[in-house]
Nanobody, 119 residues
Framework: VQLVESGGGLVRPGESLRLSCAAF????????MSWYRRAPGKERELVAV????????NYANSVKGRFTISRDDAKNTVYLQMNSLKPEDTAQYYC?????????????WGQGTLVTVSA
């Protein structure tokens, strides 16, 4: 069971990035999938979540309207589209899967991908 993130990098303010989170060993549509971030010197923050049933999404106020979480069931991958990036979005971004499916409890984190927003 594993999550592998990719897509981080260095961008200028106002630019976009798309993070990917590929799952191995389980089906992403059966669990709540979320993106977290940790900026230097700050606490870890929940950025976005997509539920298993119905694919309902929710976002931190700081990213609402700029970030979009989505899921591609065929690719067993979750994405975070980040637009209008700001320097304060600079952080290590982590993907997380959590929940219980047919009594199988799961919680797994990815290794993280670094996003740096700087002029």
């Amino acid at each position: 069971v594993q999550l592998v993130e990719s897509g981080g990098g260095l961008v200028r303010p106002g630019e976009s990035l798309r993070l990917s989170c590929a799952a191995f060993g389980f089906t992403v549509s059966n669990y709540a999938m979320s993106w977290y971030r940790r900026a230097p010197g700050k606490e870890r923050e929940l950025v976005a979540v997509i539920t298993s049933a119905g694919g309902i999404t929710n976002y931190a106020n700081s990213v609402k309207g700029r970030f979009t979480i989505s899921r591609d069931d065929a690719k067993n991958t979750v994405y975070l589209q980040m637009n209008s990036l700001k320097p304060e979005d600079t952080a290590q971004y982590y993907c997380r899967a959590a929940g219980t499916y047919y009594q199988q409890k799961l919680e797994v984190w990815g290794q993280g991908t670094l996003v740096t927003v700087s002029a």
